[in-house]
């Protein structure tokens, strides 16, 4: 078990107090001495010039030391990884901090299961997962999706009984991002069949090197392995690792999906845009290289427009989170808009690139490599094309939505449901 406590001696000296020009001071000179020079020379040409010179496991290698500083939670309290300061002095940092393209790693511990931690955990709990969550030492995943429970996920039929101080889960999840490279998931699992579908559901914490797991990995279209199959077998999980009351898992994940939607729309307060290739104004740079046509160019241009609006209305969300409100809705409005406006975006970027985006002359050198090879050399904009189609279901799909958007915002009629308020058991699956 992962106890160390965060090592507050790298900790930047910042307080709720700290003047704004001291925070900016302060700031620069932690980049200064801790981002390596190389990087630094790269900014001014902008992500894919840092991206040139810094690669992923570089990135990787160096990350704990942004994560030391306190820097990537600046408004978490210092025990869990954080600074402690205010929203405002975050951003304070996070302007400076902008043109270095120091992403956060480890989205999902940051955005799905931090906010269930923050909402429902126990301080022993925070304490034990967090600071090793924001260091990228222990990786997270999410588990909740199964073969038959995807949009209606409070059917899920992973089962959990408990025996003594532990839980023995068996069965089966699916479109796990990043299984494979995680050493631990949050899991919804059902610890009573004989009550409601969303009264007896529980949430775990899993360590994924437990004896009876295993990760399958799955290729998706793009030639990558993004996500995987996760078969449990009478896994045992330390009561100390249940997140909330026995029962009460649903309740537990709200906070989870709501954080996931938001990362997933951008109003989270991680740093994460889209899920999937650039904004317009990375085409738009490349106008003249692509020799846009008038008719494109206006395209594009409202495409920029409806992105900006995107931005702003992130923005308040953001605000509303950080002066303590709740994201409601909006996330979800957000989460459908955010979807198909990157759809939009990566597919003129890559219509821009007319034939090249079918015959890339690297396809044939790279054709021996296999898979891999394929995917390695497929452009930039098809392949961010290619990701992007998954915006409209990743985090619940766009149709899920606005169904939640027609009965919880418009106050619609809800959908009809037969077996509503039966037991598990009872319901047909
Ligand atoms: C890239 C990617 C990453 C993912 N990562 C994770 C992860 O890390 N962890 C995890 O747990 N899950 C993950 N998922 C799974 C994701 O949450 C589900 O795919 C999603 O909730 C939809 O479920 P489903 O695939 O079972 O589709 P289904 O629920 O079977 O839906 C099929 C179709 O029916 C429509 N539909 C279903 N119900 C309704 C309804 N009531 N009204 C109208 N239309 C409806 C849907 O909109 C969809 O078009 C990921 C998915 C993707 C694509």
Known sequence: MDTAVPDSTKRLGLTSETSDAELVSLVDSWVEANVPEP??????????????????????AWYPTLAASGLAVATWPLAYGGLDLSPRQARVIEGRLAPYNLGRLNPLGLHNMAPALFAHGTE?????????????????C????????GSDLASLAMKADRDGDEWVLTGQKVWSTWAHRSEFAICLART????????????FLVDLRSPGIEVRELRHMGGRVDFDEVWLDEVRVPDFHRVGAAGDGWRVAGSTLAGERQMVAGSGSGGVDRIGGSGVMRTMERFDELEVRASEQDHLLRLYAEERIRAWT????????????????????????QGSLNQAIQLAATNLLGAAATAFPEVGVVAEAGIDGWADALPYEVASMI??????????????????LGERVLGLPREPDPFHGANWEDTPR
């Not at 630094?40 to 902008?46: D, E, I, S």
């Not at 999410?142 to 429970?149: I, T």
């Not at 990701?387 to 939640?404: F, L, Q, W």
């Open 314 to 337: 992130n923005e308040r969300v953001r605000a509303t989170v950080k002066a303590g409100g709740t994201p409601g809705p909006a996330a979800s409005i957000g989460k459908v808009h």
């Open 124 to 140: 022993e709990q925070r304490l034990r997962f967090l600071p090793p969550m924001v260091a990228n030492r222990e990786r997270w």
């Open 192 to 203: 009573d069949t004989a009550a409601p579908k969303r009264k007896g559901i529980t949430y």
């Open 142 to 149: 999410q588990m909740f999706s199964e073969p038959g429970a």
């Open 387 to 404: 990701r992007s189609r998954a915006n409209t279901i990743e985090g619940g799909t766009t149709e899920v939505n606005k169904n939640v």
């Open 39 to 60: 990087w630094r020379a790269a900014a001014p040409g902008g992500r894919s010039a840092i991206r040139a010179v810094r690669p992923r496991a570089d990135y990787e």
